[in-house]
């Protein structure tokens, strides 16, 4: 999970969710839902503290993590082993925020 900021490089503060909807750093710069140029494997999701953040989708998670997988069994050595693990390691992290933020789970498993 990986905080949005506020877009003006003046203040890069976190933003907070408002009651209409919006969001606002504590500069009271305002964001909107529709102003998010996310991409098709990330949405954007609310914390527990109220700040916007960007996530990948369970199923683009679930995709990176069999990926990985794939990757590390068929290195031929023990140094090309290590980047797919590391990338195993955070689809797996972002898997688990996903769900831990109670998204749902997705419907197709890769494999």
């Not at 003046?10 to 102003?35: I, N």
């Not at 995709?63 to 990338?87: F, G, N, Q, W």
């Not at 769900?99 to 419907?107: D, R």
Request: aromatic content about 8%.
């Amino acid at each position: 999970m990986y905080p949005i900021l506020c877009p003006l490089r003046v203040c890069s503060r976190p933003l907070f969710a408002q009651p209409d909807g919006s969001f606002k750093c504590k500069e009271s710069h305002t964001l909107y839902p529709s102003a998010l140029n996310l991409g098709p494997d990330q949405m954007w999701v609310v914390t527990a503290q109220g700040s916007l953040a960007r996530i990948s989708t369970p199923a683009s998670a679930l995709r990176r993590m069999v990926e990985a997988d794939r990757e590390h069994t068929e290195a031929v050595s023990d140094y090309a082993e290590i980047p797919p693990l590391l990338d195993l390691r955070a689809a797996a992290f972002d898997f688990v925020a996903a769900m831990a933020l109670g998204l749902p789970y997705p419907t197709e498993v890769p494999r």
